[in-house]
């Protein structure tokens, strides 16, 4: 399908007169975006219980108000607090994300490695099928078999992983053909190691970073599509209270209360710029390449 | 050339296979009886045993499945894609009659974004580490993390309820096409900033333009006959790519300003599990891409005759 477009990374080498400002900048970038990612994760871990409201408690008297100093983000139609809501949202994002993003991990390196340590036939069709698979639109597929199967948020998250993991074949496939060469692949194989046993001691502890860094690079565009499909409709399911399903109930009181759609959008967006400018920095770090970039 | 394009053309033949098997296979899961479903739709009052026998019958519902995955590919190859569960329409005529709408929306905000991102990520790769350069980069990293859906809201918050300068529904007219084409070409200029931006670096930094510039040729022409050339390939890839996915992953900010295309459809579609509008979603979709990859690949092969020679 369309070629690939690879930029040599190392072009720039050359061109580092004003190097040390733009570094110490990018520093900071990086500093500020991990800093408000390590709030995010902590206000998912402790926020709901530090905060103490209950993100589904329904109070008929305090319907539809505007912020307060008891709700400092006001409370929907049904009197619940938006800000505890906002809490809870984040780890229903963030879990979520991390279960795709482990499962498509765990299901593209077991197809990829067996692609890689199999016969040449057997590894043709399976490089055949991860090609094609990815020539296809991969949200759209997984918007199909969530509508298929039925929405609810295990369904999306299953529907994620069946149709992300290609991406993430084709590179351990890359990587565990590259280390089939190693030495100490034959020096195992001479010791009468199994091809399991060299796979899961000896060459996952060297393919895991790149993967790793690939994982971190998703995870935000993980979070995009579990909230847009949740604000379809086709994800996590009311009343919890999930980023997307908070915008889609909204959507009726945006006039009035347009908070209430504002906030957890720009969760999601900071959120997911947070993950992504720390993805950028991670493979950074462990891609001397790009370093200079 | 003509062997460039054969062997493209051999390279689709396992992709169209491999979405045909995943459409079969969509149909093949669905729970819930699919002949008493379209019995419904075609608005049959009592629907008799006798009657879903006779359906079941008549779309070879007990067949073994590779049976039945031959038929539905012979179907599928005359271009009977089944009929709706709710209108018992026929999925592909619903289909024609909506993709037109959807290539304009996608091919406004492909245009829009190209008009904007390449000139931004080539000026920021110009005066690389400048202000402008540092805007340009911040307006990439923003475009991509931000959720299109509610940005499409947020828009018809301020721009239609507020201001009410533009219509709160998208429509196939010049005013109501505004909106949805400039959200979703955000994300597309995020992309497409970003990669205009390193492709140019990229080039800039190649021993041509340095020998170029040694020989004394100005900027200007360095610019047009050495860089631009250079950077078509990267960007026509990504462009082609975008189109593709706008095509089809534009279903959510179509639903959100209600706008009469294919993704709308689909998501209405699924909020109903009206499998057979899909199924056709996901083919639609499949082929979609397929003929954008295949058209890109065509086009780069015609302005880089190194491509060809593969």
């Avoid at chain 1, 609810?152 to 998250?157: G, H």
């Avoid at chain 1, 009468?192 to 899961?200: E, L, M, S, W, Y």
Wanted: with cysteine.
């Amino acid at each position: 399908m369309a070629t690939a477009v690879e930029i040599p990374a190392n072009a720039l080498a050359g061109a580092t007169t004003k190097a040390a400002p733009r570094r110490h900048a990018k520093l900071s970038v990086t500093a500020a975006a991990l800093a408000l990612l390590a709030v995010i994760v902590l206000a998912a871990i402790i926020g709901p219980m530090l905060w103490g409201q209950d993100a589904l408690a329904q109070n008929s008297a305090d319907r539809l108000t505007n912020p307060s100093l008891t709700h400092p983000l006001g409370t929907d139609k049904y009197g619940r607090d938006i800000f505890a809501r906002l809490l809870m949202g984040a780890r229903w994002s963030l879990t979520g994300a991390f279960v795709v993003c482990i499962g498509t991990s765990l299901t593209g390196f077991l197809i990829g490695t067996t692609a890689a340590m199999s016969s040449r036939t057997v590894d043709g069709v399976i490089g055949r099928l991860i090609e094609s698979l990815l020539a296809l639109p991969g949200l759209v597929m997984a918007l199909a078999l969530t509508a298929v199967l039925g929405p609810s948020f295990p369904n999306l998250l299953f529907a994620l992983i069946v149709t992300s993991w290609p991406s993430y074949a084709r590179i351990y496939r890359a990587l565990i053909l590259k280390e089939r060469e190693a030495g100490y692949v034959d020096s195992s194989t001479a010791l009468g190691a199994t091809k399991p046993h060299i796979v899961f001691r000896h060459m996952l502890p060297n393919v895991v970073g790149p993967a790793a860094v690939l994982a971190t690079a998703n995870f935000g565009g993980v979070i995009l599509g579990l909230a847009s499909l949740s604000f379809l409709g086709l994800g996590m399911q009311p009343p919890t209270p999930e980023w997307g399903v908070m915008i889609n109930e909204a959507r009726a009181y945006f006039q009035t209360y347009p908070w209430q759609m504002i906030a957890p959008g720009l969760c999601i967006a900071l959120t997911v710029l947070a993950i992504n400018l720390s993805g950028d920095a991670l493979r950074d770090a462990f891609d001397p390449r790009v370093k200079r970039r | 050339m003509g062997r460039y394009i054969l062997s493209r053309l051999a390279a689709i033949v396992p992709v169209l296979f491999v979405i045909s098997l995943l459409a079969f296979g969509l149909e093949a899961i669905t729970p819930g009886d699919t002949a008493s479903l379209l019995l419904q739709a075609q608005g049959v009052d009592t629907i008799t045993p006798a009657a879903i026998a006779l359906k079941r019958a008549e779309l070879h519902l007990d067949d073994p499945l590779p049976v039945r995955y031959g038929d539905w590919l012979l179907n599928a190859l005359r271009g009977d894609f089944g009929r709706s569960f709710r209108s018992y329409a026929p999925v592909r005529t619903m289909y024609m009659e909506r993709i037109g709408n959807t290539a304009i929306l996608a091919g406004c905000a492909v245009l829009l974004g190209a008009v904007i991102a390449i000139p931004l990520g080539t000026l920021a790769a110009y005066r690389r580490g400048s202000i402008f350069d540092g805007a340009a980069q911040f307006v990439a990293v923003l475009g991509s993390a931000v959720p299109g859906f509610w940005v499409a809201l947020v828009f018809i918050f301020f721009l239609s309820a507020r201001l009410h300068w533009l219509p709160v529904f998208g429509s196939p007219t010049p005013k109501g096409i505004i909106m949805p084409a400039l959200v979703l070409s955000l994300s597309n200029i995020a992309i497409l900033t970003r990669l205009t931006r390193s492709a140019m670096l990229d080039i800039l930094n190649r021993e041509f333009v340095q020998v170029a510039r040694a020989k004394g040729l100005s900027p200007r022409t360095i610019t047009r006959t050495h860089v631009l050339p250079n950077a078509v390939v990267p960007i026509l890839t990504v462009l082609g790519l975008e189109a593709a996915h706008l095509m089809t992953g534009a279903a959510v900010v179509e639903y959100v300003f209600a706008w009469p295309g294919i993704g709308k459809m689909a998501v209405d579609a699924a909020l109903v599990r009206d499998t057979p509008v899909i199924v056709g979603f996901a083919v639609a979709a499949g082929l979609i891409f397929v003929t954008v990859n295949l058209l890109v690949d065509l086009a780069i092969a015609t302005f880089d005759p190194r491509v060809r020679s593969v």
